[in-house]
Structures are given as C-alpha cells and as structure tokens.
C-alpha cells in the first residue's frame, strides 16, 4: 500500500544526545514536510523540502537539522539544541504542482525526553 | 505571517446531533485554500474537508460542510448527524496559493466528544 512510514512510534532520549526520526514515503511525492505538535498549540512546521537535496525552514526550525538525499527518505535529526524536544512529531508529503491534491501524513513518532 | 485561531477548545455533542466548529483566519493574500482536519485517538491526521478561497460556493462532505465568509475570514465546519466515530480533535489549515499543499498553518484544534 502507498503510505507514508514514520519510525519508531516512540522514542526516549537522554538529554545532550541527538536522535534521528525516520520518514519514508512510497506515493513519489516531491515535497515532504516535518511538523511538531504541542497539546493546545496544534502542528507547527519545522522543516520542508520540495526537492532532493534542498530543505527549507519552517516556522520553528531552531535545534532540529534535516537531510533530502533520496526522494523518499526525509529524516529529522532533534539535536541536542533543541530546548524543549518532548513532542509528538509529524511527517507528512505532498505531489507538487498538482490542482486539487492533499498532504498525507504519517502515524508519527512520540519522543520523550528523559 | 497567516494566523488561525480556534477558539473552541472543547465541543460535546450527542449522537445524531449537529456541531459547528468555529475558524477564523488573519491573511492579507486573496487566494488561498482552508482545510479541516481530524486527528482521532491514532493521531493520523485525515483530511475531512477543502475550500477553495475563489469559490464562492461551500465545499460539502456527506455528513460535514463548513460556511466559508471570506470577508469576515471566517470558516466553520458544521459535523451533522454525528456519529461516535467523529471524536476527534479537529484542525483548521490554511495554505497560500502559491505554496505547497504540505505548507499549511494550523490553529490550536477543538476537540469534539460525541456522546451517546
């Protein structure tokens, strides 16, 4: 099935360590995207790419760090500058240049702090 | 900078019942494209519902329409017939026109719980 894989569904971290979440979509879309959700805050957008080997930031890119070498992958590094990286994280991807198509998003990864 | 707010954080509803959720929006673009979005216990985000800034008329979705009034920037997703598989925190989005259709700004959500 076409889909978006996001791993692991959970994640714990030391503080002062970086960890790496995975995203992998097989819908050959362009453009993929990374957003943090907060309770109360809704998804807020971290970094997007629109084509391999080019990323931009997002709203709130500060700490995290991405990667677009193959069309599929699109991983986030949460390093260790990030202040506060206890979130519920969100891949999601979209065809470009295409009327009338969506984003789809994947199951996400929780990552705790501790 | 786009804004959306929900002011709502919490609707309860009976089954069969109808619930509107509020949007509002802060953009000085003239084209644009809203959306709600459901995120139910899974925490996959579905897409429930599209409009279009140019059209003038409401998307409809079976049992979910919103009311779109673009001069007022408002945008209120009415849930009919509800059902207990419409739980769900719902998100309102907004994309620019020339952006991508994964570039989306979000409000905050409202929750909706459907009682029996």
């Known amino acids: 099935d076409g889909g978006i894989t996001q791993s692991p569904k959970y994640l714990f971290r030391k503080e002062g360590q970086n960890v790496t979440l995975s995203c992998e979509q097989n819908?050959?879309?362009?453009?993929m995207y990374w957003y943090r959700q907060d309770p109360g805050q809704g998804l807020r957008l971290i970094y997007y790419s629109q084509i391999v080997n080019d990323f931009q930031k997002g709203d709130i890119a500060e700490g995290y760090s991405v990667s677009r070498e193959k069309k599929e992958s699109f991983p986030l590094t949460v390093t260790s500058a990030q202040k506060n990286p206890t979130a519920f994280y969100l891949c999601?991807?979209?065809?470009?240049?295409?009327?009338?198509?969506?984003?789809?998003f994947g199951q996400g990864t929780r990552l705790t702090v501790v | 900078a786009q804004t959306v707010t929900q002011s709502q954080p919490e609707m309860s509803v009976q089954e069969a019942e109808t619930v509107t959720l509020s949007c509002t929006y802060d953009?000085?673009?003239?084209?644009?494209?809203l959306f709600w979005y459901k995120q139910p216990p899974s925490r996959q985000m579905i897409l429930v519902i599209r409009?279009?800034?140019?059209?003038?008329q409401n998307a409809t979705e079976n049992r979910f329409s919103v009311n779109f009034q673009k001069a007022a920037k408002s945008f209120s997703l009415k849930i009919s017939d509800s059902q207990l598989g419409d739980a769900a925190m719902y998100f309102c989005a907004y994309r620019s026109a020339g952006g991508s259709w994964g570039k989306l700004q979000f409000g905050a959500g409202t929750q909706v719980v459907v009682t029996p």
């Open positions: 409009q279009e800034a140019y059209k003038q």
């Open positions: 999601a991807s979209s065809a470009l240049g295409t009327v009338n198509t969506e984003a789809f």
């Open positions: 953009t000085s673009e003239s084209d644009y494209y």
């Open positions: 819908l050959n879309h362009d453009a």
